[in-house]
């Protein structure tokens, strides 16, 4: 991986998803990236944990609640200025278990930052999402 840190958007597989968000008029593309984290059977790979985490990012810029690194991403701030995306309830519960799956035991990504020093920072980081999700 040739981008590696603590926020979201910090990772290659993360940085990709977003370049490729330009070429969307809707919400489809972060509903199918969360539906493959939901739908990955019984391990989450990495890639697929992070394009879900950048998914789930967008969500909360959408409805509001966007994180510091959030707002730093000028392809994420200018696609929601001009799509003007409105989550509804049922993707922003898919987002919370898609969280809940790479904080989960069987998440190859949550597995790779156990073996940092910054783990509890990137924890700590995904928590902090979770909560912009859920209030």
């Known amino acids: 991986m040739g981008a590696w840190g603590i ?3 910090d990772n290659d597989d993360a940085a990709d998803w977003l370049a490729d968000l330009s070429d ?3 919400l489809a593309l972060v509903r199918e990236t ?3 984290a939901l739908d990955a059977d019984d391990y989450l790979e990495a890639p697929e944990a992070s394009t ?3 998914a789930c990012e967008l969500i909360a810029a959408a409805i ?3 994180s510091a690194a959030a707002r730093k991403q000028e392809t994420l701030t200018r696609w929601i200025a001009h ?3 409105s989550p509804d309830t049922a993707l922003i519960a ?3 278990r898609a969280i809940d799956r790479v904080l989960g035991p069987e998440s190859e990504l949550r597995e790779l930052w156990e073996e940092t020093e ?4 990137w924890q700590a980081d995904v928590v902090q999402l979770r909560s912009r999700l859920s209030h």
């Open 83 to 85: 799509r003007k995306p």
């Open 52 to 54: 879900a985490l950048a």
């Open 94 to 96: 898919d987002a919370l």
């Open 7 to 9: 926020s979201t958007f």
């Open 24 to 26: 969307h008029q809707s």
């Open 118 to 121: 910054d783990y509890a920072a």
């Open 64 to 66: 509001g609640r966007p």
């Open 34 to 36: 969360i539906a493959a």
